[in-house]
């Protein structure tokens, strides 16, 4: 017997339900969940099958699901963990297997990264294709009960990689080094890598702000700072961390009120957050920042759990386009994380964590303490 993670049938018969509504919506005959590369979040979201090399999920009323994946030998994996679709391999060609398959289905909805081979095939062989995944996203940024333990777990396994990292993280060892050590804190869990992001550079002459998305060779050395953003998954469900942390030295003054000015406006946004607070109101909160003469790269919030949802939100002095109109609602997962930088973009900060909105204000997710860390 094969032992994997499960969502309750109950949690999977309400995603099952809100497709068939989103079908009875458009008036179509059939739904298409497609991914490929590790990426499509809708094929694991109705069927539970995490898409490996490619897999294309075809969704009808009042019949089983139809699951197509490659490769051939990820067949019997994809029969235990979609339990509730007819599963099978896409044949030398998924897309011409779907096609075959959708014989007699004239209107369709598409959910998931198609490319443009794929998109042209599916045109020739229906009547209409309707772009799902604005209606599917939605679905996916308020949060069941059961959605919301699998991301409490990604949250402990993500605290795990952090105190992993303040604990063994020693002079000599590149950012290369570092991965190995998140990574190792939470693989024999049961957990995988999302992201895992470092900035190591010298608090006395700093030319890094941010932390990068891939690892340098640079070795680290006494007197520097590391930031981090460190999301473990839970299949599918991963957490959000981020913190700095000096080594072998306490904070220079800048460092120091860098994330002085950091921690003020991770405390502001989440003193204003909860059901109903706007994208305005969460700028407003967070004008410590620009009073300090500071400013940010990163975003300021985001929607995260499932993708990388609105609303998304920057400061008055780094906006990342028109101010979203979508307001925060309750069972949302945000993460708040205020990179506060100096002007000239070589020194910065990173702290926050993600946090449930509920009707009143926010429950973080995360354990791990908050602060300026100093490593070892």
Request: overall charge negative; charged content about 20%; some cysteine.
């Amino acid at each position: 017997m094969q032992n994997y993670p499960r969502f309750s049938p109950d949690e999977m018969g309400r995603r099952r339900q809100a497709i068939e509504d989103l079908m009875a919506e458009h008036e179509l005959d059939a739904v298409l969940a497609y991914g490929a590369n590790r990426s499509g979040s809708a094929v694991q979201w109705i069927s539970e099958w995490p898409v490996s090399r490619e897999a294309a999920l075809i969704v009808r009323r009042g019949r089983a699901d139809q699951l197509f994946v490659q490769f051939y030998n990820h067949v019997p994996t994809a029969r235990v963990l979609a339990r509730q679709a007819d599963v099978a391999w896409g044949g030398p060609s998924t897309i011409q297997t779907v096609v075959e398959a959708l014989a007699g289905d004239r209107r369709i909805g598409l959910i998931g990264p198609v490319g443009y081979k794929t998109h042209a095939a599916l045109s020739s062989a229906v009547e209409t294709v309707r772009d799902l995944d604005g209606a599917y996203t939605r679905l996916r940024m308020i949060k069941s009960a059961e959605e919301i333990e699998w991301l409490r777990t990604g949250a402990r396994l993500s605290d795990r990689a952090v105190d992993a990292l303040r604990q063994q993280v020693a002079p000599g060892m590149t950012e290369r080094h570092l991965g190995a050590i998140v990574e190792s804190a939470y693989l024999s869990e049961g957990g995988t890598n999302h992201i895992h992001y470092f900035g190591v550079t010298s608090m006395a002459t700093p030319d890094r702000c941010v932390p990068a998305q891939y690892p340098s060779t640079r070795p680290v050395a006494v007197g520097d700072v590391l930031t981090t953003e460190i999301s473990a998954s839970w299949w599918g469900y991963p957490g959000q961390i981020l913190r700095s942390m000096t080594v072998g030295a306490g904070p220079t003054d800048l460092y120091t009120k860098l994330h002085e000015v950091a921690d003020t406006a991770f405390d502001a946004v989440v003193g204003v957050l909860k059901d109903g607070t706007t994208a305005a109101q969460v700028v407003q909160a967070a004008g410590v920042i620009e009073e300090a003469g500071f400013t940010i790269y990163d975003d300021l919030v985001h929607g995260f759990g499932g993708g990388y949802f609105q609303p998304i939100v920057g400061s008055a002095s780094r906006m990342n386009g028109p101010l979203t109109d979508v307001t925060f609602e309750t069972g949302m997962t945000v993460v708040i994380q205020p990179n506060v930088i100096t002007r000239d973009e070589l020194a910065g900060v990173q702290t926050g964590q993600l946090v449930l909105i509920t009707p009143t204000g926010v429950e973080q997710l995360h354990q791990a303490p908050r602060g300026m860390w100093q490593a070892g």
